[in-house]
């Protein structure tokens, strides 16, 4: 018997809650993987909408049930007393409570919940300490790659108890989207706790580095060296195909966005998307956030995927910026006169978003490294990078090809340029990304991904940085004491307070 016939005989039935993109997606699926699937969502309409689409869907190996009652939703996966598996596919924090509170009543000791929303890993791990009061086991698991991956196969990052892993990971498995490379599903055993959940807010964070990166450089390609969404798609196209960005998704599907037209044949799809993203201000989207109120208290310094988040957090209140921008009159981006060489400046800009992805990269996994060591979670970060390569959002294949064998050496990078690989990478592109920056200011571009990931480069490797100034300032104001240069024990010493105060000026 094969692999796929064990796991869909072993759980026969799986239960879905949430009938929006993801859970929809998702029934479809496991349906498809040979389970019959039970959909239940609070909103009577979304079950009437997804039932609509099962019934003019052909093919499906499983029966796909909508439920309009939790009762009759929990009764469906089983006798009281079978083990049932559930995964929930809705918003994060109260409304994942409230569907906790009226499951409950329904729950058997044994049975197993997948959290697939993007939850913070705290409330994770609240639920799954109520959840072992009464033998049920709470599993949060990160799905990367949107509502298409959800369908196809996504990638996978589950953390909990290993036991109700291990009893589960046949069916992610199956489930999960493959490495074209290998074929090994990308799914694995993050780790306890709220790890999983962990590790999928960090990839959201190296996302939100990654998109303004990448649109940054459109807007480079656009109005700096004027060149159309067809010429700018064929760039993309290009830089997908060969070199650095090779095989990096959110290259290929910016190919795509350039190069869609209207269906009325009136111009391009681009036209009509406004300059606003709104899923930070408007709290469905919690991760990009989360991720930087970690790496703030973790003390880890992650300034490209911050730049990132505030540009997005800039553009969703449009209304506030046109107000602003009849006060403070800000100079528009420019188109640049001197492009003697166009077709160096492109390769030039490809190099540049590559060396902002990277450094992303190495944010990320020097937050997940301090959290892992903070928390015990013993994160293997070179599963993080093999599960990355297929069905995510950040999936990159040149960056991946790099990273992973650096990661299964040393397994707890603190400081990922440390490596000798990473540290020539960056330092290779670091001319042309000066450059790139230098002449997009120059010309009043936006560039906060990409500027910041430069200053990033130079302060993260500086020698003797202007900030001693800022400790005599703070040691004046606050006797926050000061390490000497070049004194043994001080110099470079631990990250701690200082050895020394000056009396500046006495009290």
């Not at 569907?99 to 409330?123: A, F, Q």
């Not at 609240?126 to 949060?140: A, H, S």
């Not at 340029?417 to 571009?445: F, P, T």
Request: aromatic share 8%; with cysteine; proline share 5%.
């Amino acid at each position: 018997m094969d692999t796929q016939s064990d796991a869909a005989i072993k759980f026969k039935r799986i239960g879905i809650v949430g009938a929006g993109n993801m859970g929809s997606m998702m029934g479809f699926a496991f349906s498809e993987l040979g389970l019959d699937v039970s959909v239940w969502d609070v909103k009577s309409a979304n079950i009437d909408a997804f039932m609509k689409q099962v019934n003019q869907c052909k093919g499906l190996k499983g029966k796909i049930t909508g439920f309009y009652d939790i009762p009759g939703f929990a009764a469906s996966l089983g006798e009281r007393g079978d083990r049932k598996v559930f995964i929930i596919s809705i918003t994060h924090g109260d409304p994942t409570d409230q569907v906790l509170s009226k499951l409950r009543p329904e729950l058997n000791e044994g049975d197993i919940i997948m959290d697939g929303g993007n939850e913070h890993y705290r409330n994770t791990e609240r639920r799954q300490r109520e959840c072992r009061d009464i033998g049920v086991d709470w599993i949060g698991m990160g799905v990367s790659g949107g509502y298409q991956s959800a369908r196809h196969g996504p990638s996978l990052s589950p953390g909990g108890d290993n036991t109700a892993l291990e009893e589960v990971m046949p069916l992610l498995e199956l489930y999960a989207a493959k490495d074209p490379k290998s074929g090994v599903p990308c799914v694995s055993n993050i780790g306890p706790g709220g790890s999983g959940h962990f590790v999928k807010m960090v990839h959201n964070g190296i996302e939100v580095g990654m998109l303004s990166a990448l649109c940054e450089a459109w807007g480079f390609l656009n109005t700096g060296m004027g060149l159309d969404y067809p010429q700018i798609g064929q760039v993309f196209q290009q830089w997908n195909n060969d070199g650095e960005l090779h095989g990096t998704f959110l290259v290929k599907i910016a190919a795509d966005v350039c190069k869609a037209r209207k269906r009325d044949g009136g111009g391009y799809v681009l036209d009509d998307v406004l300059d606003k993203v709104v899923q930070d201000d408007d709290a469905s989207e919690g991760t990009p956030s989360w991720s930087i109120a970690e790496s703030a208290s973790r003390h880890v310094s992650c300034p490209t995927l911050a730049a990132g988040l505030f540009f997005r957090i800039a553009s969703g209140n449009r209304q506030e910026r046109l107000e602003v921008a009849e006060s403070v009159v800000m100079p528009a981006p420019r188109s640049f006169q001197d492009m003697t060489d166009k077709d160096k400046m492109v390769q030039d800009l490809r190099r540049a978003v590559y060396c902002a992805f990277l450094a992303s990269y190495c944010q990320g996994l020097e937050l997940i490294t301090r959290a892992s060591i903070d928390e015990g979670w013993d994160i293997r970060l070179s599963e993080c990078i093999r599960i990355w390569r297929a069905g995510c959002i950040i999936q990159s294949e040149v960056i991946a090809d790099m990273l992973e064998p650096v990661l299964n050496t040393n397994k707890t990078p603190t400081n990922a340029k440390l490596d000798s690989c990473v540290g020539r990478e960056l330092q290779r592109n670091y001319g042309v990304l000066k450059d790139i920056v230098s002449r997009g200011l120059a010309h009043d571009h936006y560039m906060p991904a990409l500027s910041a990931t430069l200053e990033y480069m130079k302060y993260g490797g500086g020698t003797m940085l202007p900030t001693r100034f800022m400790e005599a300032q703070m040691d004046y104001f606050g006797a926050h004491s000061y390490d000497k240069p070049g004194v043994p024990g001080e110099d470079p010493g631990p990250v701690g307070k200082g050895a020394h105060h000056y009396e500046w000026k006495p009290a």
